[in-house]
C-alpha cells in the first residue's frame, strides 16, 4: 500500500504545471514579432532550450515526488 506524505499534491501539480509549459513553447503563434530558434514563429523564441529546461525541470519534480514523498508499507 502506498503512504504518500504531506507535499505530494504540490509537487504532482508542479510536474503538470512543467508538462503543460513545455508543451505550450512549442505552438506556433502568429501574433508573435519574433522567429525562434528553431525557425518558425512559436510560443517562445527559444523553444528548443526552454522546452527542454521544463521537460527537465518536469522530470526532477517527478523523482523528487516519487523517491521522497511515496513510501510503500
Known amino acids: 500500500m502506498k503512504i504518500r506524505k504531506k507535499g505530494y499534491k504540490a509537487l504532482l501539480v508542479l510536474t503538470i504545471l512543467f508538462t503543460v509549459c513545455a508543451i505550450s513553447t512549442v505552438l506556433p503563434s502568429e501574433r508573435v514579432n519574433e522567429i525562434s530558434m528553431l525557425g518558425y514563429k ?16 518536469a522530470g526532477l519534480t517527478c523523482f523528487i515526488r516519487k523517491r521522497f514523498f511515496v513510501s510503500y508499507k
Do not use: N, Q
Open 42 to 57: 512559436a510560443h517562445c523564441s527559444f523553444t528548443p532550450v526552454s522546452t527542454i529546461l521544463c521537460i527537465g525541470l
